[in-house]
């Protein structure tokens, strides 16, 4: 693995970049609000990314690395994802067929800027579709409109019990249900199984 540091109009982001040695495509995915890269079911996906001959780069968004825990607007974090996935195209992954993704609002941050990066695939691992509604305030915006506006194809990996809620699949979209949580901890391999096929498919 290898690090790199990429500066983005809002701070310099990292990268830890997995080459395959011989890529058949390239698989980048984004954290979650308040976690890193290490997230077991990135991981998963990346392992499975791996099997299936790609390149896979873990972003960690720049509040991240400069020790913020708390998120950049959406707007800062479609910038610097942005920014980061043209400088890994112009580079590490120039002339790869690219697929995004993430983790909750990494996910989130793939399907808002997927035709942007241009984007053949969208992984979305925990997809937050309905944050839970805390006591004494109005329920909060679904965010479905951020998949249905994705044109190409998308896997959501849901835990069967994510308290953000289960997207529906989609005419372009596929839906994996698994055991667990918003955590997607609990059955690791049945996240990677679901990688794996979902990205061979893809290759064809």
């Known amino acids: 693995m290898t690090t790199l540091a990429v500066e983005t109009p809002h701070g310099q982001a990292n990268v830890h970049l997995h080459v395959a040695e011989r890529p058949r495509g390239a698989l980048v995915l984004g954290h979650g ?9 990135l991981v998963a996906a990346t392992t499975a990314a791996q099997a299936e001959g790609f390149t896979v780069a873990l972003v960690e968004q720049p509040y991240r690395v400069a020790g913020r825990r ?3 607007p959406a707007k800062q974090l479609d910038a610097a994802w942005t920014a980061v996935v043209e400088h890994l195209l112009g580079g590490e992954l120039r002339g790869l067929s690219l697929v995004t993704g993430g983790r909750s609002a990494g996910a989130r941050v793939a399907c808002r800027t997927a035709a942007a990066t241009g984007a053949v695939g969208v992984l979305c691992l925990a997809f937050p579709l309905q944050p839970p509604r805390r006591s004494g305030s109005a329920p909060a915006p679904n965010r479905l409109s951020e998949l249905d506006a994705v044109t ?3 896997l959501v990996v849901q835990g069967k019990s994510d308290q ?5 699949p989609g005419p372009t979209r596929a839906v994996a249900q698994v055991a667990g949580n918003h955590s997607l901890r609990s059955d690791q391999k049945a996240v990677r199984d679901a990688v794996q096929a979902w990205l061979a498919a893809l290759r064809r």
């Open 152 to 154: 190409v194809p998308v």
């Open 164 to 168: 953000f809620g289960m997207p529906p």
């Open 70 to 72: 708390s998120p950049a």
């Open 33 to 41: 609000a308040g976690g890193g890269v290490s997230a077991p079911d």
